[in-house]
C-alpha cells in the first residue's frame, strides 16, 4: 500500500490559522468580488451537474461555499477538510441553519473515508492550486 499523500500547508491550519483563513476572503473588495466570481462559476458548475442532492465539499475550509450549497433546500452537504481546526471553524463561523445542513467529516482528499458512489458530486473549488505535483493532482 502507498504511503498517503501530505502536503505541507495542509499541516498548517490550527484553531488561529483556521480562523485568519476565515476572515481573509471578507478583506477588502478586491477578496469579496473575487468570492462573488467564485460564487457564479460554482452555480453554474452546479447547474450543468444537474443540481446534485448529495455534495461532498472537500476541502472545504472554513465553510465559506455552504451558504451556496445551501441554497438548493433538499441538498445534503458534506464538508471535509484534513484539518479538524478548519472543520470546527465553519461550524462556528457559518450561520447555524446552514450547518444544520452539514455532515462535517475529517479525512483527505487523498484518501476520502466515504464508500464508492455515496455522494453525487464533489465540489471542490481551492485545492488544485495547491498541489504543485502532476502525479498528486492525478491522485
Known amino acids: 500500500m ?14 488561529e ?11 477588502g473588495l478586491a477578496r469579496r468580488l473575487s468570492h462573488k466570481r467564485d460564487e457564479q462559476l460554482a452555480r453554474r ?6 443540481e446534485p442532492g448529495l455534495v461532498l465539499d472537500l476541502p472545504c475550509g472554513a465553510g465559506r461555499f455552504w451558504p451556496l450549497l445551501a ?3 433538499n441538498r445534503v452537504i458534506i464538508g471535509a477538510d484534513n484539518s479538524e481546526a478548519m472543520i470546527e471553524t465553519a461550524c462556528t463561523a457559518q450561520p447555524p441553519e446552514v450547518v444544520a445542513r452539514v455532515r462535517p467529516l475529517q479525512t483527505s ?6 464508500p464508492d458512489n455515496s ?3 464533489i465540489f471542490c473549488m481551492r ?10 493532482r492525478k491522485t
Open 2 to 15: 502507498r504511503s498517503p499523500i501530505k502536503l505541507e500547508f495542509s499541516e498548517k491550519y490550527d484553531k
Open 17 to 27: 490559522h483556521a480562523r485568519e483563513y476565515f476572515l481573509k476572503h471578507q478583506d
Open 45 to 50: 458548475a452546479l447547474e450543468l451537474a444537474g
Open 71 to 73: 441554497e438548493k433546500p
Open 109 to 114: 482528499a487523498f484518501a476520502i473515508d466515504l
Open 119 to 121: 455522494v453525487d458530486s
Open 127 to 136: 485545492l488544485f492550486h495547491h498541489i504543485g505535483e502532476a502525479a498528486h
